[in-house]
């Protein structure tokens, strides 16, 4: 009754297919390949040229930390947003910025004060 036997990788002396008088099989209508292998795709290269990477967020004045880069060493005031309703406001001469902090100098103890980038909300720069 199994006269098909269409290659089966899991078992592969079961037919995958029972044969039916009158009924094509899947396999007279397919292309015989080799078994482990697949047919052949030209690769395409594309010609060659050089890709110029973007600014990182520290020197792209459209980020945050870009712009208080060209802002460094010049008196701030920065409010954050801690929670979802208080605001703490810290002032200070602008030292550092990196991807994820500020450092500013505060005034009266000449301390550097580390802050977290992302629950700033306002930053005053004062001429």
Partial sequence: MFNNTYPNHFFPKMPMYPMMPGV???????P???QDTEP????????????????PVQ????YTQGFLTTKIGQ???????IGTNLFIDREGKLLDVGISYVV??????????????YSIKFVEIFN
């Fill in 24 to 30: 094509p099989t899947p396999s007279s209508a397919m």
């Fill in 32 to 34: 015989d390949y080799p």
């Fill in 40 to 55: 052949e795709t030209p690769i395409t290269v594309p010609p060659n040229f050089e890709i110029v990477p973007p600014p």
């Fill in 59 to 62: 020197d792209d004045i459209n």
């Fill in 75 to 81: 008196y701030v005031k920065i409010e954050f947003l």
């Fill in 104 to 117: 500013i100098q505060e005034p009266e103890t000449d301390n550097e004060l580390m802050c977290d980038i």
